[in-house]
């Protein structure tokens, strides 16, 4: 008598539901485990000679435990149950796909799935001894699929498990042509299955699918070179143009050959949605350049007002002249506004999640009132209502302000008003020298000598997290900026609905 075949059944969502297939039939023993990872558990201290998995069961897993389960036992045939509808099951007694639509819930797959496994394990034909669970259509030894058959009766899981999986995945012949895709490929590359099975994988890219990637040439050359060598490991990233039929996204591709099978010398290519995880790399990348211009102030531009406090305190010390006092105090005052700055720098680094409706008269009148303007004056001139961060707005404007009543003198006028796809600050002051100009907005690069050379650096970071531009303009009458004043334009703004 043969010993039972070993089948371990990965039930899913639906455990409970039913008794699994081939339960009671006396040529399968059959164990049963409610998910993928218990299933790996079982495989780590037993291994059957089969393992059959749901789809509810695939659908539950993360990608990682189906892939824990496809190595776990590498001579372990893995099978997908009930079996797909497309392609049909080969045999006499495989269910239609009427039968499968009509109602896959009852749809009795256990004459197909005991073809399977056997074919799976390379076990003879039938050896059933329940007949009455195939009916009238049991397979006969002549026409049950076995593993000498041209085709065989199954999909593997590595196959229909990956077909939901959000892991692209394409399966090439040994002529590069392509034999299976997931769902994972049409949705990333915006293509549509039929259309793409049986292509030439060097003809699809070079006609299409090169032309959805941002550097077409080299992701068609280092991708078919794969294909005139097929005997090496492939990885690199690339970027995927988004349009109406696929979103813009940064994929990982990985690809390598097949060693045996029925595609043996063929290949396989994965592609891994990375956009996120790109994002963030790219956000870190900005906090460390952030830390690394924090430590640079605090170690060098601090430093030097502390420097000047010391000696000019140990002078006071042995003279007691009061001007060394005055010198010292000048020092302080020097950095408390470069911890101000620097406070105010850190919040730039956080990014702007949420927008409102911002009205740009009340907003620089609100923050005129927040600052020391002695003498100076302000006019806004500007009838607009913006989308911006109403707080990181409030900082751009008082830095301008406080800018241009430092640079032109207490009794400096200074206009707010609109421009052509945003606002203006102009004043009235001596202006900035053309030399300057391409230099004002970055970090610690100051005119005077009480200047910490962060307040419109703090503007352009604002006006970045915004998505808007800033830019030192000439004056409104001539070009010659000392005549006019200073003139900072903000553009790219977005105006709030119906204003």
Request: charged content about 25%; overall charge negative; proline content about 5%.
């Amino acid at each position: 008598m043969t010993d039972p075949i070993r089948v371990l059944y990965l039930s899913g969502s639906t455990a409970g539901a039913r008794s699994p297939p081939l339960a009671d039939h006396t040529g399968f023993d059959v164990t049963t485990a409610d998910s993928v990872t218990e299933g790996c558990d079982r495989l780590s201290t037993d291994t059957p000679a089969c393992v059959v998995a749901t789809p509810a069961a695939i659908a539950d897993a993360d990608d990682a435990a189906i892939r824990t389960l496809w190595n776990a036992t590498p001579e372990c045939p893995c099978l997908l149950a009930p079996p797909p509808s497309e392609p049909p099951v080969v045999g006499d007694g495989a269910p239609t796909m009427a039968d499968t639509a009509a109602d896959p819930t009852t749809a009795d797959h256990t004459p197909s799935l005991a073809a399977r496994i056997r074919t799976a394990v390379g076990a003879p034909a039938t050896t059933d001894a329940n007949p009455e669970h195939y009916g009238d259509n049991r397979a006969t030894d002549d026409s049950a699929p076995t593993a000498d058959t041209a085709e065989p009766a199954y999909r593997s899981l590595i196959e229909d498990g990956l077909a939901i999986s959000s892991v692209g995945t394409f399966v090439l012949d040994s002529d590069f042509s392509v034999v299976w895709l997931n769902d994972g490929i049409e949705e990333y590359f915006g293509v549509d299955r039929e259309s793409v099975l049986g292509r030439d994988k060097r003809r699809l890219i070079n006609d299409r699918l090169k032309h959805i990637f941002a550097e077409s040439e080299r992701f068609a050359e280092t991708v078919c070179a794969t294909y005139d060598d097929n005997t090496y490991v492939e990885q690199f990233t690339c970027h995927v143009v988004g349009d109406d039929s696929r979103d813009d996204r940064w994929l990982e591709h990985s690809s390598y050959p097949i060693q045996d099978g029925p595609y043996a010398g063929g290949r396989i290519e994965h592609y891994v949605d990375i956009t996120e995880q790109r994002e963030t790399h790219q956000q870190l990348e900005a906090q460390n350049e952030r830390l690394a211009e924090f430590a640079s102030i605090a170690s060098h531009d601090l430093r030097n007002p502390l420097h000047v406090m010391g000696s000019s305190l140990e002078l006071a010390a042995e003279t007691g002249e009061a001007e060394h006092f005055e010198r010292a105090e000048r020092a302080v005052d020097r950095m408390e506004q470069l911890i101000d700055d620097l406070l105010v720098l850190a919040q730039q680094g956080e990014g702007i999640d949420t927008v409102e409706p911002v009205d740009l008269d009340d907003i620089a009148r609100e923050c005129w009132g927040n600052l020391s303007t002695a003498e100076a004056t302000l006019r806004v001139e500007a009838d607009r209502t913006i989308m911006a961060d109403r707080s990181r707005l409030s900082q751009l404007l008082e830095n301008l302000f406080s800018n241009s009543i430092d640079h032109a003198g207490t009794g400096v006028t200074i206009t707010v008003d609109a421009c052509d796809g945003g606002f203006v600050v102009v004043d009235d002051g001596p202006g900035v020298p053309p030399d300057d100009r391409e230099n004002i907005f970055k970090r610690g690069y100051t005119t005077t000598r009480e200047g910490t050379g962060l307040g419109l650096y703090i503007v352009s970071e604002i006006a970045a997290a915004h998505g808007w531009d800033v830019a030192i303009a000439e004056g409104a009458e001539s070009t010659d900026s000392a005549e006019n004043g200073a003139r900072i334009e903000i553009t790219g703004v977005d105006d709030a609905a119906g204003s």
